[in-house]
């Protein structure tokens, strides 16, 4: 599995953005997929996760009401909307895919938020 995100970028406190996650390759017995972070000097953390088929999901308590996570499984695409983002957003942010019981990482995109 090759996870691809984009959508990263530079942008104010109180903005928004959209990442998006594209899977390729052994697709097919995916089952969930995330998004997690990680700052500078700081360890990786989940955001968002998602289950098969668009759900259930779970968020980190740092970015509910802000986030939503969503997944077209025709596209093999995993979404990131973030809103009211703040400088503590700040990070890499990385998908991630679970599939037969191994992980798959992206290679990460920037997500930079200025006060």
């Known amino acids: 599995v090759q996870l691809m995100e984009s959508g990263g970028g530079k942008v104010r406190a109180g903005g928004s953005l959209g990442l998006s996650c594209v899977a390729s390759g052994d697709t097919f017995d995916i089952n969930a997929m995330g998004w997690y972070r990680q700052a500078p000097g700081k360890q990786r953390e989940m955001v968002a996760v998602?289950?098969?088929?668009?759900?259930?999901?779970n968020y980190a308590d740092s970015v509910k009401g802000r986030f939503t996570i969503s997944r077209d499984n025709a596209k093999n695409t995993m979404y990131l909307q973030m809103n009211s983002l703040k400088p503590d957003d700040t990070a890499v942010y990385y998908c991630n895919a679970l599939r037969l019981g191994s992980l798959y990482w992206g290679q990460g995109t920037q997500v930079t938020v200025s006060s």
């Open positions: 998602i289950a098969t088929g668009g759900g259930p999901t």
